[in-house]
C-alpha cells in the first residue's frame, strides 16, 4: 500500500461511520485531521467539497448507498490507479444468491440475495459506480434458477461488459486464499467467488438459451 492518507471529512453521521468502518474492514490509512500543508493526505472523502482547502483531490460521497464504491475509488486511488484493469462479477444461483466482486485479483465484496431483482440491482450499482477497463460477469449453471438470473443479467447494457456461464461441476469449493479463514463470509458468497476466478462460456441476449448448460 502507498504511504499516501486519505482524509475524512463528512458531516452526515451515519455516512461518516460507515465510511469509517469500511476503510477498516479494507485496513486502509486514513486520519479525520489534516489540513492543506499535511502532505501524505493525497485524497480526502466528503460530504461537504466547498469546505476542503489545499490540493487535496475530493471524493464526493453523497449517500451511504454510495459508500462502498467511493470507499473503492479511494483505495484505487493511493495505489496510483484510476480504474480497476479487470473486474470479475461472481453469482452463483440457488435460494441464497452468492454475490462476489474480484477487482483486479482482490476480494472487494460479497453479500447474499434472495431475490434476482435485488441481485441485479446490486450488479447494475458495480458496474455503474467502479470505474473499469473491462468486466465479467460469471453465472453459475446446474441450478433451476440459473437461466431466470443469466436472463436477467443479459438484459444488463454497458460497455466492455460481458457475461459468461460456468459449469459449476468445475468449480472448487475450497475457499479463496485471500478470503481469511476466520472472517464470516457466506459459504454462497465463497461459490460465487470461485465462479468469478473459473472459466466460463460467454453469451449474447441472441445466444444465451443455446449455449446455456442445462441442469442434469
Known amino acids: 500500500m502507498a504511504k499516501n492518507v486519505i482524509g475524512v471529512y463528512v458531516e452526515n453521521p451515519e455516512i461518516f461511520q ?18 492543506a500543508g ?17 490540493k ?8 451511504r448507498e454510495e459508500v462502498e464504491y467511493v470507499v473503492e475509488r479511494a483505495v484505487l486511488a493511493v495505489k496510483g490507479a484510476l480504474v480497476f484493469n479487470s473486474l470479475l462479477i461472481g453469482v452463483d444461483p440457488g435460494e441464497n444468491i452468492g454475490f462476489a466482486v474480484i477487482g483486479d485479483g482482490e476480494f472487494i ?6 431475490s434476482i431483482e ?5 450488479i447494475k450499482d458495480t458496474i ?9 460477469v460469471k453465472v453459475g449453471s446446474r441450478n433451476r434458477y440459473s437461466e431466470k438470473i443469466l436472463t436477467e443479467v443479459l438484459k444488463i447494457r454497458k460497455p466492455n461488459v460481458t457475461v459468461e456461464v460456468v459449469d459449476e461441476e468445475t468449480v472448487p469449493r475450497t475457499i479463496p486464499r485471500f478470503v481469511l479463514k476466520n472472517t464470516k463470509i457466506p459459504k454462497d458468497v465463497i461459490s460465487a467467488v470461485n465462479i468469478a ?17 442445462r441442469e442434469k
Request: with cysteine.
Open 18 to 35: 460507515f465510511i469509517i468502518r469500511k476503510l477498516k474492514e479494507r485496513r486502509i490509512r486514513f486520519t479525520l485531521s489534516f489540513n
Open 38 to 54: 499535511r502532505p501524505d493526505v493525497y485524497l480526502v472523502i466528503t460530504d461537504s467539497p466547498w469546505k476542503i482547502k489545499g
Open 56 to 63: 487535496a483531490k475530493i471524493l464526493i460521497v453523497r449517500n
Open 109 to 114: 465484496k460479497g453479500k447474499t440475495f434472495r
Open 118 to 122: 435485488d441481485l441485479i440491482r446490486e
Open 128 to 136: 455503474s459506480h467502479l470505474l473499469f477497463i473491462k468486466c465479467k
Open 197 to 213: 476466478f473459473a472459466k466460463g462460456v460467454e453469451v449474447t441476449g441472441n445466444d444465451a438459451e443455446n449455449n446455456y448448460p
